[in-house]
Nanobody, 124 residues
Framework: QVQLVESGGGLVQAGGSLRLSCAASGRTFSSYAMGWFRQAPGKEREFVAAISRSGAGTIYTDSVKGRFTISRDNAKNTVYLQMNSLKPEDTAVYSC?????????????????WGQGTQVTVSS
């Protein structure tokens, strides 16, 4: 079992920044990859970024490349999503997820555990 709790969401103006955190517990954090996903109103959940167990490997969806950075601190059992140059289209509920068997993938089905999510709203 893995428990995930996100924090750091909020309301920000376009061009601003936020840093999301996801605290994990229940299994050795460094043994699984992590991902961030988001779901905007009326849309399907979509992949944002993922990071490997060690943190050496990262992948991003094209729309956030150069603006978002995923990182992890295995000593603190936490994964982060630094979001810069935010746009109104980034508005969504952001959720972290644990990929126990893989290296961090784009497909939702690869992830076994999910957090409840944190709301990010970007005003224009």
């Amino acid at each position: 079992q893995v428990q995930l709790v996100e924090s750091g969401g909020g309301l920000v103006q376009a061009g601003g920044s936020l840093r999301l955190s996801c605290a994990a517990s229940g299994r050795t954090f460094s043994s699984y990859a992590m991902g961030w996903f988001r779901q905007a109103p009326g849309k399907e959940r979509e992949f944002v970024a993922a990071i490997s167990r060690s943190g050496a490997g990262t992948i991003y969806t094209d729309s956030v490349k150069g603006r978002f950075t995923i990182s992890r601190d295995n000593a603190k059992n936490t994964v982060y999503l630094q979001m810069n140059s935010l746009k109104p289209e980034d508005t969504a509920v952001y959720s972290c997820a644990a990929d126990l068997a893989g290296v961090g993938a784009r497909r939702l089905s690869e992830y076994e555990y999910w957090g409840q999510g944190t709301q990010v709203t970007v005003s224009s």
